[in-house]
């Protein structure tokens, strides 16, 4: 493959090797990787299926060892691997703090890849914080002093930019916007409160809501081309133009994740709040209403400072685009 994202068609250098990257972007369900030279053109690109615990580093490795071969290159020849992951990382040491998602703790994910790479420089970050800085260097964050990308995804990630800055709290461990509680006492989560907004927000929370309704109405329309097994969070979004159940289930999701974007828009009135995650794929179906649900709760109106709802431009890549951004970082 050699598709150039980022260098609007400008040409690759001929003679003196570019400076490769490798980014690889740890999913709750999914590694997604790429290499791509400093102009941002992609020598390759592959995913496997995350394996969580111990095993993570060993399953990034055999993603990387994938990437390799389809770019035909050696580790030796990659100037730095960005990864990102979920969870509360030390990004100075490398480590994997706290990710329960990912039932990680205390977990050194640099190193080992490090290791088994041959030595090369490999940098760590969490997940969100690494697809907003994709997102102000390459999408739809540019041009914004100040941005909030949300990720919705097996869990709730959050990016804030403040006065053009990655703002990631003490030790890089804030920004965890997935784990304030928009419902006290309400659904468990595995960071151990009740409540939290990617309990209600989330694709998983939406494919999860699904099921559930899936299974108390047997006369809903989903069951024409679903199950309980196959349901997805898109499945609701399918039907939410012709069937009652899969209407309520939209309402519900809207109501819970502008919540979230409303208490985010009040604590730091960014220009632009960005949605990433494969839920965003559904466009204007997610953005119209959600607009209007914080329009309607946004504090003091919308009149004097507006915040813009859009998608998050870089899409499925935002990660990956995300780890290049880190691997770049001086
Ligand atoms: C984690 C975050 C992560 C997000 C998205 C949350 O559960 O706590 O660190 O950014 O999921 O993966």
């Given amino acids: 493959m050699d598709t150039c994202a980022l260098c609007a068609g400008a040409p690759a250098m001929e003679g003196n090797r570019m400076s490769l990257y490798m980014g690889l972007d740890i999913g709750g369900t999914t590694i997604k990787g790429i290499i791509m030279d400093e102009q941002g053109c992609i020598s390759a690109e592959n995913s496997i299926p995350t394996v969580c ?22 580790a030796s020849e990659l100037t730095a691997v960005g990864v990102d992951c979920p ?27 490090k290791e088994k790479l041959g ?9 969100a914080n690494a697809a907003a800085l994709g997102e102000a260097r390459f999408g739809a ?15 709730i990630g959050g990016g804030i930019v403040i006065d053009g800055k990655l703002f990631e709290g003490f030790k ?3 920004a965890e916007i997935g784990h304030m509680v928009i419902e006290k006492n309400g659904i468990p989560c595995t960071c151990g409160r009740k409540g939290c907004f990617e309990r ?10 699904t099921k559930e309704i899936m299974a108390d109405d047997t006369s809903t329309a989903m069951w024409k081309t679903y199950t309980e097994k196959t349901a997805t969070a898109k499945t609701p979004f399918e039907y939410m133009d012709t069937d009652d159940a899969a209407k309520k289930i939209i ?11 409303v208490n985010l828009a009040n604590i730091f009135r960014p220009e632009v709040i960005m949605i990433g995650g494969g839920v965003a794929n559904q466009g204007s179906r997610l953005i119209d209403p959600l607009q209007k649900l914080v329009d309607a709760e946004l504090f003091g109106g919308t009149d004097y400072a507006p915040v813009k709802v859009c998608v998050a431009s870089l899409g499925s890549k935002a990660g990956e685009y995300g780890a290049i951004a880190l691997a770049l970082r001086p």
């Fill in 53 to 74: 615990g111990e095993g993570l580093a060993d399953c990034c490795v055999e993603l990387a060892d994938k990437l390799l071969g389809a770019a035909g290159i050696k």
């Fill in 87 to 113: 969870g509360m990382i030390d990004s100075h040491h490398g480590k994997v703090v706290f990710a329960g998602n990912l039932r990680l703790k205390d977990y050194p994910l640099a190193k080992l890849i």
């Fill in 119 to 127: 030595g090369v420089k490999v940098r760590i970050c969490n997940d």
């Fill in 141 to 155: 964050g540019k041009g914004y002093r100040n941005s909030v990308l949300i990720t919705l995804g097996t869990g």
């Fill in 172 to 174: 890089s461990a804030g």
């Fill in 200 to 209: 209600y927000a989330s694709a998983r929370a939406l494919e999860l809501k």
């Fill in 251 to 261: 309402d519900w999701y809207l109501k819970n994740l502008a919540c979230g974007c």
